[in-house]
């Protein structure tokens, strides 16, 4: 039934084997946190672009990640692929009793609700609502995260209103500091704001930020494709003008007039 998934199994085996290859047979779960990272990234980058071919590449690669992550634990006498599928199965079943005992709910929120419950019995040795949240992550996703567990705790805003004078306050804060340091605590005392403010209106800032760069990166190349001269050599006015002329040639590109 998973032929193919046994068969990259058995791969990744013979390529950490003896007569496999050095540079696989060399890699470790820390050599490999960066690839991990990358190959998820990749993944999402696809489902933005609507790109299921590209997707299904970035799938596998992350797949990759996680036999061979799987791989290195079985030779370390530690735990092996059959385990790890073990475990989620485990876990999915147990969070999911609406599906597979006899829990009745009435809407996603309570299946979210009973979710986290069930969590926190599967993992008694939290004793905060702020353990758990992952190091590794970006700073963005992380922030979000930690807003979202505060407000479990009924640590939140009245209103959009006071979270608005909550940010421009901040802004405030980032006008008046003394030095460096202070410039960068309220710095970030903004983001974190704005983080409050996006997850307010339902938006996850780390996707809202990706949307962005990607823009700006599709606006500049434009600039530089309409560019008469180096971008150096252009006055201030002129980059604006340049910018506008981009933005709006890239407007009509997408809407196929061009």
Known sequence: MHKNLEELIKTIEILRSPNGCQWDREQTHATLKKNMLEEAYEAVDAINDNDTKHLKEELGDVLLQVVLHSQIASENGEFNIDDVAAGINKKLIHRHPHVFGNLKVNSTDDILRNWEELKKEEKPHRKSLMDGISKAQSALMSALKISK????????????????ECVFSEFDEFKNAK??????????????????????????????????????????RKMEELATKNLEEYSLEEYDKLWQLAKTKLKQENAGIL
Do not use: C
């Not at 009924?154 to 959009?160: I, L, N, S, V």
């Not at 800032?205 to 990166?217: G, I």
């Open 149 to 164: 567990k505060a407000v479990k705790a009924g640590f939140e805003w009245p209103d959009e209103k006071t979270l608005y």
């Open 179 to 220: 030095n460096q340091d202070e410039k960068e605590d309220e710095f970030g005392d903004i983001l974190f704001a704005l983080v409050n403010l996006a997850r307010w209106n339902k938006i996850d800032p780390e996707q809202a930020l990706l949307r962005a760069n990607k823009k700006f990166m599709a606006r500049f």
